[in-house]
């Protein structure tokens, strides 16, 4: 079968690790027999240096014709100018809404191997499997008004949360049926006691909640949630939250695994088949590292490839509907653990330590094999 990926590697390590992602693909392909035809755009910094903006129509255009796209990151000190009123994260939001990614899964999964290269007791962060679905494309990120101003008493600032009753539904289908195949356990978490917008999401949930009797739901307010997962982790087995809240959360789960560059993420939309929010596969989606740009260590082959590697894994799952091989890159990366190959950010002593084209090529072996 022939796929096709729109390639967006960004700025910083998003270059580097990006490599390495396309070599497993083309390691899958030779295995299993498949075809990854790649089409490469500018975005993020490097398309403000190059266009004046972060995202091009056309790069969207590209992506909405693709099977799916491969993100790498965007960003850097050299455009963090707070005033500035184009900035390279805007290409990551006009994706997302651009086709329409509603639903973000960042799964976070303790390896065995990786137990002792988190902050945390071995007895706290042994065996956690947690599932995050993040609602994409509403909240405070994107209502309107959303704007800077100057009054007689100063500089004034308004940023607006939303939420409607359709956008809440759709993504908390897509999580009762993952929770459906997982633990069969559901949290949301939102900010009941407070937020208006939250109160309406507990209140869709109750009705969601009727059309899947099978799955257990309870609710955490984010404030709590934030402690629990540093005190019980293993209690979660696929937790939902809206816009915001879900960025922090998983940014705080990622230490859970001990670092960031662990971690993978898919942003899916709703399939061409799909009716009341539910998703069909394979559908279009964006595959990226949790992780940011990391300028310290760009260009000098130290990024951990890994949760681009993993983000690989669910592209071929997700958007290809190749289950087998997306399990054969998800093991080759536990092979490689389990040999006790590491990269800086994960590194323990008696540890093998390994750059990122050196991390790539391992797991490509394994693939291979």
């Known amino acids: 079968m022939r796929f096709n990926i729109a390639v967006l590697p960004g700025d910083g390590i998003g270059q580097e690790v990006m490599a390495e992602g396309i070599k497993v693909l083309k390691a899958v392909g030779q295995r299993f ?3 990854f035809q790649f089409y490469f755009g500018v975005v993020g910094g490097a398309a403000i240096d190059q266009y004046g903006v972060a995202l091009l ?6 992506c909405r014709a693709c099977d799916a796209v491969l993100f790498g990151a965007v960003g850097g000190p050299k455009w963090d100018d707070p005033k500035a009123s184009v900035r390279p994260e805007q290409a990551i939001l006009g994706l997302r809404k651009g086709l329409n990614l509603f639903a973000n899964l960042r799964p976070v999964k303790v390896f065995p191997t990786l137990v002792n290269a988190s902050t945390l007791k071995r007895e706290i962060v042994e065996g956690v499997d947690i599932l995050f679905v993040r609602e994409l494309t509403g909240g405070i990120y994107f209502g309107r008004p959303q704007k800077r101003w100057s009054t007689t008493r100063g500089r004034r600032a308004v940023d607006t949360l939303a939420y409607s009753q359709g956008e809440i539904e759709r993504i908390l289908r897509v999580a009762f049926e993952l929770a459906r195949g997982r633990r069969r356990h559901l949290t949301v978490v939102d900010k009941a006691n407070i937020l208006e917008s939250s109160r309406l999401w507990r209140e869709v949930t109750e009705e969601v909640a009727r059309e899947n009797p099978d799955v257990e739901q309870d609710y955490f307010l984010v404030d709590a ?3 629990h997962l540093l005190r019980r982790p293993r209690d979660f087995d696929v937790v939902v939250t809206e816009n915001m809240f879900g960025d922090i959360l998983t940014d705080e789960a990622s230490m859970l695994s001990g670092s960031m560059g662990m971690l993978p993420s898919a942003s899916l939309g709703q399939g061409k088949r799909g009716r009341g929010g539910r998703l069909t596969f394979p559908t279009l989606g964006l ?3 949790i992780h940011g740009t990391a300028p310290d260590i760009a260009g000098q ?3 951990n490839p890994l949760a681009i590697i ?3 894994a669910l592209l071929l799952r997700f958007s290809c509907g190749l289950d087998e091989a997306a399990t054969a890159v998800e093991e080759a990366v536990n092979q490689v653990l389990e040999e006790d190959y590491r990269t800086g950010d994960i590194m323990s002593p008696e540890m093998k330590q390994v750059g990122t084209v050196e991390m790539g090529d391992l797991v490509v072996s394994k693939v291979q094999r």
């Open 225 to 227: 949630c934030s402690m």
């Open 287 to 289: 595959y990226e590292p």
């Open 57 to 62: 129509p056309e790069t969207l255009e590209m």
């Open 33 to 35: 027999g498949h075809s």
């Open 301 to 303: 082959n130290k990024a």
């Open 310 to 312: 993993l983000s690989v």
